[in-house]
Nanobody, 124 residues
Framework: QVQLVESGGGSAQAGDSLRLSCAAS????????MGWFRRAPGKEREFVAT????????FYVDSVKGRFTISRDNAKNSVYLQMNNLKPEDTAVYYC?????????????????WGQGTQVTVSS
């Protein structure tokens, strides 16, 4: 059984940076696409970023392009989200997710395994 554990969340000021980590256990994640999603208060869970399991292709939601970077370290069975120039609207619970295919996609329903989430709070 796959377990995904997020870490690195916390409180930040606008303009600050945070780095989220997601450690996987139970299965090697190297062949599979991984993603980050978030749920802001009162809103649906939304796609943030994804990275391919084959060639490192990445996709981002428009609101984070140029500020967030997703990466992975297959040797550590981990995926990361570097978040720079944080804004108050980035406040949300951030979730790590894994597909069972290599192609990166942006829909919630395409991901099979999910972490419990880590809170990110950005104040102005």
């Amino acid at each position: 059984q796959v377990q995904l554990v997020e870490s690195g969340g916390g409180s930040a000021q606008a303009g600050d940076s945070l780095r989220l980590s997601c450690a996987a256990s139970g299965r090697t994640m190297a062949p599979y696409a991984m993603g980050w999603f978030r749920r802001a208060p009162g809103k649906e869970r939304e796609f943030v970023a994804t990275i391919s399991g084959s060639d490192g292709t990445t996709f981002y939601v428009d609101s984070v392009k140029g500020r967030f970077t997703i990466s992975r370290d297959n040797a550590k069975n981990s995926v990361y989200l570097q978040m720079n120039n944080l804004k108050p609207e980035d406040t949300a619970v951030y979730y790590c997710a894994a597909r069972r295919a290599s192609a990166p996609i942006t829909t919630v329903t395409g991901y099979y395994d999910w972490g419990q989430g880590t809170q990110v709070t950005v104040s102005s």
